[in-house]
């Protein structure tokens, strides 16, 4: 089983920087492509990012490209998601969520996809 822990959210003004952090409680935490997802109040889940197993590829949605990273640290079973030049549009339940199968060669973007997820951490952007 997989168990992961998102934190790091908050309130920020426009402009401003968070990082968030996923924490995993597994061992094969290193062969997983791992993602971020967020949703808005009224709005589905939408993908943010996602990183393969090594952290050597990485995909963006069109709406966070250049201003959000994705990243991992596997020695410490942790993704993250570093957000710069925060908009109110960027306001959301951010989740993070890792594959079943290990060692994935393709990094998908749709949430159906991903097995695991995590309970979310509220990002609050005023402007």
């Known amino acids: 089983q997989v168990q992961l822990i998102e934190s790091g959210g908050g309130l920020v003004q426009a402009g401003g920087s968070l990082r968030l952090s996923c924490a995993a409680s597994v061992r094969t935490f290193g062969g997983r492509n791992m993602a971020w997802f967020r949703q808005a109040p009224g709005k589905e889940r939408e993908f943010v990012a996602a990183?393969?197993?090594?952290?050597?590829?990485?995909v963006y949605a069109d709406s966070v490209k250049g201003r959000f990273t994705i990243s991992r640290d596997n020695a410490k079973n942790t993704v993250y998601l570093q957000m710069n030049s925060l908009k109110p549009e960027d306001t959301a339940v951010y989740y993070c969520?890792?594959?079943?199968?290990?060692?994935?060669?393709?990094?998908?973007?749709?949430?159906?996809?991903?097995?695991?997820w995590g309970q979310g951490t509220q990002v609050t952007v005023s402007s």
């Open positions: 990183i393969n197993w090594s952290g050597e590829s990485t």
């Open positions: 969520a890792a594959r079943l199968t290990l060692y994935g060669i393709t990094l998908t973007q749709i949430s159906s996809e991903y097995t695991y």
